[in-house]
Nanobody, 121 residues
C-alpha cells in the first residue's frame, strides 16, 4: 500500500513559478511510475506529466511542455513538479498518482488528496 502526499500549491501571479512535491510512502515506492494530474471545476481530469522508476521515461502534456519539469529523488520516493510561466489556464487541483511499472495511464492505483494551484492575472 502506498500513501501519497502532495504539497507546494498556492496562489501565484501570472508568469510566476511553484514547485509541487509528492512524497510516496510504502513498500517499493521506487518501482512505481508517478504522474501529476490536474482537474479544474467543470473539466475532465488530465495528465500533466509522468516519470518512471529511475527517471528513464518522462512525458508531459502538450499544454505544459517547455514550462513544467518533473523529477524524482535518487531513491525514487519524492517526485517534484517545477511549474514555470504559470497562468490562469493552469488553475486546478493537482494530484500525484502512482502505478506499478513504467507508464502512467487512466488506471493509476494510488492517489494523493491533491494540492490547489491558482494562477492569477
Amino acid at each position: 500500500q502506498l500513501e501519497l502526499v502532495e504539497s507546494g500549491g498556492g496562489l501565484v501571479q501570472t508568469g510566476g513559478s511553484l514547485r509541487l512535491s509528492c512524497v510516496a510512502s510504502g513498500s517499493n515506492a521506487d518501482y512505481y511510475a508517478i504522474g501529476w494530474f490536474r482537474q479544474a471545476p467543470g473539466k475532465e481530469r488530465e495528465v500533466v506529466s509522468c516519470i518512471s522508476p529511475g527517471s528513464t521515461k518522462i512525458s508531459y502534456a502538450d499544454s505544459v511542455k517547455g514550462r513544467f519539469t518533473t523529477s524524482r529523488d535518487n531513491i525514487g520516493t519524492t517526485v517534484y513538479l517545477q511549474m514555470n510561466s504559470l497562468g490562469p489556464e493552469d488553475t486546478s487541483i493537482y494530484y500525484c498518482a502512482a502505478r506499478f511499472g513504467s507508464i502512467c495511464n487512466s488506471d493509476m492505483r494510488y492517489w494523493g488528496k491533491g494540492t490547489p494551484v491558482t494562477g492569477s492575472t
